[in-house]
């Protein structure tokens, strides 16, 4: 075993040290990131002793492991509905191999390396891995197609499926350091890259549910192999040239613009089509402009954040509103009735916003990626760890019919990409706290934990300390193992100074005088803001602490004028948390009340309330409706808000997170 993690070691040096370019900034590896965070660890942990075993089991129980096993006896019919449902196997292995690194569990190892048999010998003798037509390609899936890849652009999710291997596999072979999964994932990239490219004889697709971009990055940075980063360039470049779309029709799935396919991604400038394909797409698009230079890929890049967080995102971080196609609607298109915000999409969201600071260095992108986490993306998985949404509403009210709404958690869907993709991001948040770039050590997220980092080939340990998100009282010891000069670059967030989102989109009501304050040793310093970073420089020595104070008022966060569904409404933020009224904490009802631009709001941390949270509180005029519903009349009632992500936990009832400001503004239907 030692000697294997050698050996892989040294390969993955190798291919590191032959790459040309790269992200300027490289995140610190989650494995030197050890949490002791009480808002993070619990989940992660939950994650290990409840997600990740129900999810296998549910793998297991609904016939995915099955699927496999036919496809190795090349016998059988498959028994689940999705043809992609094999990646929810990968993306459990994805998380199950963070985590194992996180917490050691020799068990949950040998399951992994029983289902790895399991895919190995499901995999054809070219590589080729896809059960839904393996089992049986006489009878393969209705979207597959009768020959291998011909479906490839609508629905067959081959491409798809193999995206999702190499992510797992890359992460099971950093984890681990074992090649059981890397190998098949190698085999079957080799086939792809064999079948799919600029050669007259290779063919020429524009994957329709990417991922498989990213995870050939993956591979190309274990491997050190160019092929696989070529293969996903080329996928990347064949968007918006399929000739059988009419780029006239309005209709997304007519003009392309559902998979992203309507015009070549340098000439793209705003996010489309399907949120998920759209995230994972703009996330390779950074990758591969990363590794290229490519300028052009760049600048396509930066028009699309630029649109989305402009106009596309709702003031809780989700993203893709339409649940017509799981799509991202027009701009400004962001309704609170029928908000889809799919939690895949918030994940790839993550994943996008992550690679854009890794090419910018700017805080602007990790400010989205925090709004995103910390509410959109953890509302996603329940707190028991094994309930979730598929869609996160923005609004519940009990005068509407919530046909095609959540408005409770499920154990599982038919479509369980949701709950796998939360398996795999929850461990992997270590990976997003710090970064570096020369003698820069950037302080992204405010988690608590030990990291061991190397700058100029010096060790340095860092420690968090600090009660986030609920205080905004930060504590960093600095340890070098002996006096080094670098520069700390602590995100100051958006919010912190008096930006609710790096864009018009929304702003702030009640702007806050509040400096950050920043003590050295117990000595305030005077710090230069650069790209949304305090820039701490300084020779640094062991024992020095940092002490940063963000304000931590109640924000009422208004949204642009062009946002129709929020006109006269405010939402409520405080520190990254974004809140909401649920009717439990309100009488049964969360609909009837204004928030007047003089309420006074006061806050009250409940240990015991939705496993510890820091609730708002404030007394306003409430509509009640006579018994008769003849009249109404206003009482000042106390109402209480918490935080969006902890709804749903309680029963179903009413939820609001926009509140009308003037009484003329509640909906009255809602408030009987
Ligand atoms: O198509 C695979 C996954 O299923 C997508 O990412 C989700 O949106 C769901 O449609
Ligand atoms: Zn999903």
């Known amino acids: 075993m030692k000697k294997i993690f050698f050996v892989t070691t040294i390969i993955y040096c190798t291919a590191v040290s032959a790459q040309q370019k790269d992200y300027p900034i490289k995140a610190v590896d989650f494995t030197k990131v050890k949490l002791t965070d009480h808002f993070w660890l619990p989940r992660i942990r939950t994650n290990h002793t409840v997600t990740i075993p129900a999810s296998f089991e549910r793998c297991d129980k609904t016939g995915r492991v099955k699927n496999f096993q036919m496809a190795a006896a090349r016998s059988g019919k498959f028994c689940t509905i999705y043809p992609f ?58 979207w597959s197609g009768k020959e291998r890849w011909e479906k490839e652009r609508e629905l067959s999710h081959e491409l798809y499926n193999s995206g999702h291997l190499y992510e797992a596999a890359a992460a099971h072979y950093l984890a681990t350091g074992q090649r059981n999964l890397l190998d098949i994932a190698l085999k079957n990239a080799d086939l792809v890259c064999s079948v799919f490219g ?3 004889d290779q ?10 971009e990213m995870g050939l990055v993956k591979l190309y940075r274990i491997t050190g192999n160019a092929k696989y980063l070529q293969t996903a360039k080329f996928f990347v470049e064949q968007r918006g040239h399929y000739a059988g779309y009419d780029p006239k029709s309005k209709d997304p799935w007519k003009n392309g613009s559902y998979w992203q396919d309507d015009k070549p991604v340098v000439e793209q400038n705003e996010a489309e089509g399907h949120a998920v394909r ?17 300028q052009q890929m760049l600048n396509a890049i930066d028009k699309i954040w630029e649109n989305e967080v402009s106009k596309k995102i709702y003031v809780q971080g989700s993203v893709g509103a339409k649940g017509d196609g799981e799509r991202f609607g027009d701009n400004y ?29 700017d805080s602007k992108y990790i400010d989205v990626l925090e709004k995103t986490l910390y509410n959109g993306l953890i509302s996603g998985v329940g707190m028991d760890g094994k309930s979730f949404f598929y869609t996160n509403a923005m609004q519940v009210k009990s005068s509407f019919s919530h046909q095609d709404m959540e408005v409770e958690r499920s154990g599982w869907f038919p479509c369980s990409c949701c709950p796998t993709n939360v398996v795999r991001l929850i461990p992997s948040v270590p990976g997003y706290v710090y970064a570096q770039k020369d003698n820069d050590l950037y302080v992204n997220l405010f988690i608590n934990g ?31 193992s002996s006096a080094l000069a670098f520069n700390l670059m602590v995100r100051i967030p958006g919010w912190a100074r008096n930006e609710a989102i790096p864009s018009d989109l929304y702003s702030f009501l009640n702007n806050s005088t509040t400096k950050v304050e920043i003590k050295i040793n117990g000595q305030p310093v005077e710090y230069n803001l650069q790209k949304g970073y305090a820039v701490l420089a300084r020779t640094w020595k062991k024992g020095d602490v940092v002490e940063v104070n963000l304000p931590m008022e109640v924000r009422r966060v208004t949204a642009n004028q062009k946002l129709k569904d929020d006109i006269g409404k405010i939402a409520l933020q405080r520190g990254p948390i974004v809140y909401c009224a649920e009717w439990p904490d309100n009488d049964g009802k969360a609909t009837n009340f204004i928030i007047p631009p003089a309420a006074i709001f006061t806050t009250e941390y409940k240990p015991g309330l939705l496993n510890g949270v820091m609730v708002v509180k404030t007394t306003v005029p409430t509509v009640v409706v006579s018994n008769d519903g003849n009249s109404v009349s206003t009482v000042n009632k106390e109402i209480t808000a918490i935080p969006y992500y902890a709804w749903a936990h309680r029963g179903k009832g009413e939820m609001m997170i926009w509140f009308p400001q003037k009484l ?3 909906d009255l239907i809602a408030a009987q």
Request: aromatic residues 10%.
């Open 85 to 142: 449902d094999d990646t929810d196997i990968y993306k459990t292995i994805e998380g199950a191999s963070f985590s194992l690194s996180l917490f050691p569990d020799p068990a949950l190892k040998r399951y992994i390396d029983s289902l790895i048999k399991i895919i190995g010998s499901a995999q054809e003798p070219d590589g080729y891995l896809y059960t839904a037509r393996t089992i049986n390609p006489a009878e393969a899936h209705p």
């Open 198 to 200: 600029p050669a007259p």
């Open 203 to 212: 063919k020429k697709v524009a994957p329709g549910h990417e991922v498989v």
């Open 278 to 294: 759209a995230g994972y797409l703009y996330s390779a698009i950074a990758d591969i402009a990363a590794l290229t230079g490519d």
């Open 333 to 361: 298109e962001l309704p609170n009735a029928t908000a889809y915000n799919e939690t895949c999409a918030a994940i790839a969201n993550v994943y996008f916003n992550h690679r854009m600071f890794m090419l910018h260095g």
């Open 450 to 480: 030990n990291a061991d980092i190397t700058i100029n080939n010096k060790p340095v340990q860092v420690v968090q300390q600090n009660n986030y998100p609920w205080d905004g009282a930060l504590r960093f010891d600095i340890n070098p």
């Open 664 to 666: 003329g503004d509640v």
